[in-house]
């Protein structure tokens, strides 16, 4: 036997054995805050039972979504349970129920079907400025409904009038950006 930590569980399905953690051991102190940062959205869930369809949840790296059940999955001739979880867009996360520590219940201002949910792979624009001098992609972050910090850029200055009407704030260069109206 050795002192030491595991950062995740493991298994030999060919033995029928499986090592199941409780604690990230092997977590960066960046990687705790970002949970512990998560975690003060939600309430911790003890068992599966706590969890019941179309309830708001929080992932822990995916943020808020609506967990649609469990699911038992075939994988190369092992059969796990997962925890469906549905995002924006229709995107689902299949969560191993091995760690549904990382999954909490969503506890915020609105608990209600009216939750907004996160994308899954993208930002999400809530706190994120998008500095742009092309018009055709200004208008993309502006449609997504990202803040919008428009460039001013001598070669496209027939632009200009266009990007002052979808810009939050229309700059000389990045370095202007006022995060306080973020």
Partial sequence: MLPGGLSSGFEYPELRWAVITTAKGGSTTAAKSRRKARRQQGEVLRELTDLTPGMAVVHVAHGIGI??????IDMQGITKDYIKLRYAKNDTLYVPVTQLDLVAKYIGPREDSGVKLHR???????????????LYAAQTAHDAGFYLAGI???TSAADAPALRRICNQLLPDWTALDWAQV
């Fill in 120 to 134: 899954l792979g993208g930002t999400s624009p809530a706190g994120c400025a998008v500095c742009e001098d092309a």
């Fill in 67 to 72: 967990f649609e059940g469990i699911h038992k």
């Fill in 152 to 154: 001013q850029d001598t």
